[in-house]
């Protein structure tokens, strides 16, 4: 019952974070959403602050399918469903991080929780990327820098970002379905890490996309 008890008043939390930010996620109305009283919710998490960090960092704990494998087999197919599922799992809590974005201006103490979901997230893809290298997956050239791979880093996992968080918003800015959207920006990612990747998923990928183009009628150019 204690552990059913604490992840109902975090998930609570979660949801009155997401539409009354931190002011007005007062202890009185998460109590009431958890269905205890603020006693329960203080003998578990003593205080507003302490609970609302522990609901921040709970939230950033890896789900099914958001973590990548020790052991590459299949980079195409494994890093787009490891992008799939983070991009499910953003887009689930878009409220909740658009709240937050808000509030951590009025409070920077919160940067540790609000960016310890991304920091895991790129730390893990980093190293997946030197496991394809270690594994010969990727060849190494010389006009291919660390920086380079590094920037290839950063601009999938922004790109799955401004996709999940703006693509309601933005709709103009994100005119192909999620799933072609996410699969390109993974093809794009695994070219930009250089080198020659021994990977005919990519190559197939490539192929079922342009066909699923129709053919430019006759006279069009």
Known sequence: MTDDHRHRILQAAARVYAQ??????????????AGVNEVTLFRHFGAKDALLEQMMLHLTEPKEGMTLPAV?????????????????EMCARRPF??????????HPDLHPCATNGPNSATS??????????????VEHHDSTSAADQSAAVTMLMGAVFADSMNRDLMPEMFPQPVDVSL??????????LGGSLRLATVAASDRDQSSSVPPSPVGSE
């Not at 930010?21 to 009431?32: L, V």
């Not at 590459?72 to 499910?88: C, Q, S, Y």
């Not at 991080?97 to 009025?106: A, H, P």
């Not at 699969?183 to 930009?192: A, D, M, N, P």
């Open 72 to 88: 590459p087999g299949d980079p195409a197919a494994e890093l787009e469903g490891w992008v799939r599922a983070h991009h499910t």
């Open 183 to 192: 699969r390109s920006y993974v093809r794009f990612f695994l070219r930009g």
């Open 20 to 33: 009354h930010g931190w002011r007005g996620s007062t202890t009185k109305r998460i109590a009431e959403e």
């Open 97 to 106: 991080i658009r709240q937050l974005v808000s509030d951590l201006q009025e």
């Open 124 to 137: 893990q893809l980093r190293g997946y990327v030197e496991r394809l290298h270690t594994m010969g997956f």
